[in-house]
């Protein structure tokens, strides 16, 4: 069973990636909103790591960030058992 600090931690680092692709991008919130049908606080609690997101919403970030789904998930995740 994975334990809560994992998850928090690996939805910080999506939202971490996220922003680092946002920013890399030169676009705003309400840019991507625009382009992927999302709300802009949506995305900012994405972004903090506050949101446990679907996989329709990465699609939908990627179609707004034009990336592909991969390009969320370059990191590394502690999967050692406790």
């Known amino acids: 069973m994975i334990n809560e600090t ?11 990636k996220l922003g ?14 625009k382009n992927c049908d999302l709300d802009a606080s949506f995305i900012s609690k994405i972004e903090k ?12 970030l990627s179609y707004g960030l034009n990336i592909q789904p ?6 590394k995740v502690d999967l050692e058992k406790e």
Not at 6 to 16: D, I, N, P, V, Y
Not at 70 to 75: P, Y
């Open 70 to 75: 991969k390009e969320f998930f370059d990191f």
């Open 49 to 60: 790591g506050t949101e446990n997101i679907t996989l329709e919403t990465i699609l939908n």
């Open 6 to 16: 994992t998850k928090s931690a690996f939805l910080l680092k999506f939202g971490k």
């Open 20 to 33: 680092e692709i946002k920013k890399l991008k030169n676009l705003s919130y309400r840019t991507i909103a």
